[in-house]
């Protein structure tokens, strides 16, 4: 799995909104300018977070976008499986029912599956608040080490 341009961006977009929020709402321009991200690109990451109602964004003389959710109530999960479609490691895990003819007897699949719900529960555990704060890495370390941890001492 490698997180596309599409889905790193919209998570500085994401973060550079939580860091402005309160100021109203924000011209993608100013954005674009900080995260050094060309507008016609952020064209097209924007339309994703507004329909899911993560931006909501208001057009003409004073618009912009803004934040509709809590940065500590946003997941970085949330937004790479809008952006990114899927974060499965391996195309018979990406859509939502195995259609491969050896998934019964497949080997490799459990591997596949748990390596899938270890990578969205990591994400899940980063909301973009942590981003946020730095430090991050320690409190990172410490949400996300559950997922692992727990899996590793259940194992055999």
């Not at 003409?60 to 499965?88: H, Q």
Request: glycine share 8%.
């Amino acid at each position: 799995m490698m997180i596309s341009t599409k889905g790193r961006y919209a998570l500085r977009v994401m973060i550079d909104l939580a860091e402005n929020d309160g100021k109203g709402y924000i011209p993608m321009k100013e954005v674009a300018e900080r995260q050094n991200i060309s507008l016609k690109y952020l064209e097209r990451i924007l339309p994703v977070l507004t329909k899911n109602k993560l931006i909501e964004g208001l057009q003409g003389k004073g618009g912009g976008y803004r934040l509709a959710v809590r940065p500590g109530s946003c997941r970085v999960g949330e937004i790479l499986r809008l952006t990114e479609g899927n974060l499965a490691p391996v195309a018979c895990l990406s859509c939502g029912t195995n259609t491969c003819e050896r998934a019964v007897n497949c080997r490799t699949l459990p591997m596949w599956t748990e390596l899938h719900r270890i990578t969205n529960a990591y994400f899940d555990g980063i909301t973009l608040e942590d981003l946020m704060n730095p430090p991050f890495s320690d409190r990172i370390a410490q949400k996300s080490s559950a997922a692992v941890t727990g899996y590793f001492h259940t194992v055999p």
